[in-house]
C-alpha cells in the first residue's frame, strides 16, 4: 500500500500456501505475490508453519507438483517467515463444530485481528454466510473478517488498490 495506509492484514489456509507454492501463476501464487510486493500484511505461526511444510513434503503431493523440491520448499518458507508477521500464541475461541480440523486457521485469523482469510476450504468459506449459525457466530468475535477464496480476494485488493490511487 502507500505511505499513509495500513496493511492490510491476511491470513490464508494450508491450501492456498500449497497451490501458491506449486503454481507461482495461479491465483494462490497471485495472492502471495502480494505478501512480497509489501501490498498486504501475512500473518503466520509456528503451527502454519509447520502444517505447510508438511503438506508440501507428503510424497503424494511432491508427485503431484514436481515442481516442489526440498530446495524450493526451504526457499519458500525462509522467504514466508521473512515476510509475515509471527503470532505467537492462538488461543482457541471459536469451535467449529462442521470441521475442527479448520479450527486452527479461523481462530488463527481471529488473534491476528485479520481482515481476511484466505481459503479454498468450502468449510471455511461457508461461515462467510451469515445465515449460517457458525458465520453469525464467527462475527460476534471477528466482525470485520471476511472469508474469500484466493479470485476474490485479488479482485477485493484490486479494488482497494485502485481506490487508493483515486485519492
Avoid at 30 to 59: F, K, M
Wanted: aromatic residues 6%; contains cysteine.
Amino acid at each position: 500500500m502507500t505511505a499513509g495506509h495500513p496493511k492490510i492484514r491476511a491470513v490464508f489456509d494450508c491450501k492456498v500456501f500449497l497451490q501458491g507454492a506449486a503454481r507461482r501463476e495461479s491465483p494462490a501464487g497471485a495472492c502471495l505475490l502480494l505478501v512480497e510486493l509489501e501490498v498486504i500484511e501475512l500473518c503466520i505461526s509456528e503451527a502454519v508453519v509447520s502444517e505447510i511444510r508438511d503438506v508440501l513434503t507428503r510424497p503424494r503431493v511432491r508427485q503431484r507438483f514436481p515442481a516442489l523440491t526440498n530446495e524450493l520448499i526451504d526457499g519458500f518458507l525462509v522467504t514466508l517467515s521473512k515476510r509475515a508477521f509471527t503470532i505467537p500464541v492462538v488461543p482457541h475461541v471459536f469451535p467449529y463444530e462442521r470441521d475442527p480440523k479448520d479450527e486452527p486457521y479461523i481462530n488463527f485469523a481471529i488473534a491476528a485481528g485479520a481482515s481476511y482469510l484466505v481459503s479454498r476450504d468450502t468449510d471455511v468459506l461457508d461461515l462467510a454466510n451469515l445465515d449460517n449459525s457458525a458465520g453469525a457466530r464467527l462475527r460476534h468475535h471477528a466482525p470485520r473478517l471476511q472469508i474469500l477464496d484466493p479470485l476474490s480476494f485479488l479482485a477485493e485488493m484490486r479494488l482497494k488498490i485502485e481506490s487508493l490511487g483515486q485519492q
